[in-house]
T-cell receptor, first 112, second 113 residues
Framework: DAGITQSPRHKVTETGTPVTLRCHQT?????MYWYRQDPGHGLRLIHY???????DKGEVSDGYSVSRSKTEDFLLTLESATSSQTSVYFC???????????FGQGTRLTVV | DQQVKQNSPSLSVQEGRISILNCDYT??????FLWYKKYPAEGPTFLIS?????DKNEDGRFTVFLNKSAKHLSLHIVPSQPGDSAVYFC????????????FGTGTRLTIIP
């Protein structure tokens, strides 16, 4: 299994609070991604990174920011959490960006 | 704008029979296609892929077929087993100039013993 660790695995937070999710990889892959999974929507890309300090937006980036200061770590921040951001968040890594990506176990976030 | 579509949210198949999952795409730049399998409370796992230079790729019980003119791909599982019950996601990318996968909405496959 690809070495990807997401933390925390579960979190409940209040509306308006900041939240940071962490993804850590041990595979030295160049590309890292944050997806969210919601019923009826499948997996939607939030942000991705193609190198240290190099990031770009995905299709549902509003309300989210990311940072990648080291190859192995990719952080997703919700500056002010809203109930619409209740979801399961998955981190993924890829060597090439356009072929196989490997996913973490997911973080279930509930905003109350 | 859903570029990758899985029009069947769910599918039930008897154990031992063939399961066929379908996926359509609209972006003609896509030239690499993948299928992922997802169990509850786990991350998606890569199952099988196909490049647009091929029309079929086989791996054990799993075969993916690609029809480029119809912008359609399918995943065949034969024979279906109870452990195949999961959500299956289709994904697509463009090998050059596109650094991410675009996923469909998923099909929940249930294998009936």
């Amino acid at each position: 299994d690809a070495g990807i660790t997401q933390s925390p695995r579960h979190k409940v937070t209040e509306t308006g609070t900041p939240v940071t999710l962490r993804c850590h990889q041990t595979e030295n892959h160049r590309y890292m991604y944050w997806y969210r999974q919601d019923p009826g929507h499948g997996l939607r890309l939030i942000h991705y990174s193609y190198g240290v300090k190099d990031t770009d937006k995905g299709e549902v980036s509003d309300g989210y920011s990311v940072s990648r200061s080291k190859t192995e770590d990719f952080l997703l921040t919700l500056e002010s959490a809203t109930s619409s951001q209740t979801s399961v968040y998955f981190c993924a890594i890829s060597e090439t960006g356009s072929t196989e990506a490997f996913f973490g176990q997911g973080t279930r976030l509930t905003v109350v | 704008d859903q570029q990758v579509k899985q029009n069947s949210p769910s599918l039930s198949v008897q154990e031992g029979r063939i399961s066929i999952l379908n996926c359509d795409y609209t972006n003609s730049m896509f030239d690499y296609f993948l299928w992922y399998k997802k169990y509850p409370a786990e991350g998606p796992t890569f199952l099988i892929s196909i490049s647009s230079i091929k029309d079929k790729n086989e791996d054990g019980r799993f075969t993916v077929f690609l029809n480029k003119s119809a912008k359609h791909l399918s995943l065949h599982i034969v024979p279906s087993q109870p452990g195949d019950s999961a959500v299956y996601f289709c994904a697509a990318s463009a090998i050059f100039g596109n650094e991410k996968l675009t996923f469909g909405t998923g099909t929940r496959l249930t294998i009936i013993p």
